[in-house]
């Protein structure tokens, strides 16, 4: 079945770097776009970033364009989350999904990992 | 970035009630739609795509509607499961974006 596990989280001071990743299983990885989407607590959801299934195609949310980068490495099945000049209003539960769509651009996050909590706080 | 505004922020209902919400965009965006539900603790689980299109081993009761720039999320029975808080999102074009969610609660 398809399964996706985030790591990398924790707490970071503010203006600071933090890497997440996705390990993805399941599926052919290679085949799909992989969707970033954190949750405030008490709030919201927020989109932030998809990768294509070959990684030549990434788009970023407004509020984390310029400071988060996405990229995977599909020999290890896994997508990378890099958020750099990290803000208090970054703190939130990050899920990484996978697409319901094979080989697309445009898709919807289908199958969601269980998140991994980054809090920015100095 | 396309703008979505969901309504209502908030809905008491009884078990068995018939419920809708609605989803509002900016500009019109085809049937480029998919709807999520929220628990707390736990991953969003996708319902509704395409507008209109019943996610697999998703309950019948759930039901999506609307084309352009209205949408609709109905819930034909309220069952206590169904207590959640509820997303709309787009994909249009990028960036993605929610709308701000609606949590449906016992009365």
């Known amino acids: 079945q398809v399964q996706l596990v985030e790591s990398g989280g924790g707490v970071v001071q503010p203006g600071r770097s933090l890497r997440l990743s996705c390990a993805a299983s399941g599926f052919t990885f290679s085949d799909y776009g992989i969707h970033w989407v954190r949750h405030v607590p008490g709030k919201g959801l927020e989109w932030v970033a998809l990768?294509?299934?070959?990684?030549?195609?990434?788009n970023y949310g407004d509020s984390v364009k310029g400071r988060f980068t996405i990229s995977r490495d599909n020999s290890k099945n896994t997508v990378y989350l890099q958020m750099n000049s990290l803000r208090a209003e970054d703190t939130a539960v990050y899920y990484c999904?996978?697409?319901?769509?094979?080989?697309?651009?445009?898709?919807?996050?289908?199958?969601w990992g269980q998140g991994t909590l980054v809090t920015v706080s100095s | 970035a396309i703008q979505m505004t969901q309504s209502p922020s908030s809905l008491s209902a009884s078990i068995g009630d018939r419920v809708t919400i609605t989803c509002r965009t900016s500009q019109g965006i085809r049937n480029d739609l998919a709807w999520y539900q929220h628990k707390p603790g736990k991953a969003p689980k996708l319902l509704i795509y395409a507008a209109s299109t019943l996610q697999s081993g998703v309950p019948s009761r759930f039901s999506g509607s609307g084309f352009g720039t209205d949408f609709t999320l109905t819930i034909s029975s309220l069952q206590p499961e169904d207590f959640a808080t509820y997303y709309c999102l787009h994909n249009f074009n990028f960036p993605c974006t929610f709308g701000q969610g609606t949590k449906l609660e016992i009365k």
């Open positions: 990768i294509a299934s070959d990684g030549t195609n990434k």
């Open positions: 999904a996978k697409a319901n769509v094979v080989l697309m651009v445009y898709s919807m996050p289908e199958n």
